[in-house]
């Protein structure tokens, strides 16, 4: 792996966000677990999961325990709030 450091905040934000916005949004809409990480800047990231249904993989709720971090951004939860 590569010591160099990588800022790709400005891409997520422009680029990526809003297609998961639409798509956390019909996940919701059709109760379909899912989970999504980006890498966006060097130690950053953004994790979304919807893994509160009974159709969630036990799998999904395994990788969400592996991937999540003090600092992950967990969109899902900033749109419920709004």
């Known amino acids: 792996m590569s010591d160099i450091g990588f800022d790709l905040e400005t891409v ?3 680029e990526i966000a809003p297609l998961m916005e639409k798509i956390i949004a019909i996940c919701q809409r059709v109760d379909m677990p899912m989970i999504a990480s980006f890498a966006y800047a ?3 990231t953004c994790t979304t999961a ?15 325990k592996k991937i999540m971090e003090p600092e992950t951004f ?3 939860s900033r749109l419920q709030e709004d």
């Open 12 to 14: 997520y934000d422009e």
């Open 42 to 44: 060097t130690g950053s």
């Open 50 to 64: 919807i893994i509160d249904s009974e159709r969630t993989p036990e799998r999904f709720v395994a990788a969400k």
């Open 74 to 76: 967990w969109m899902a």
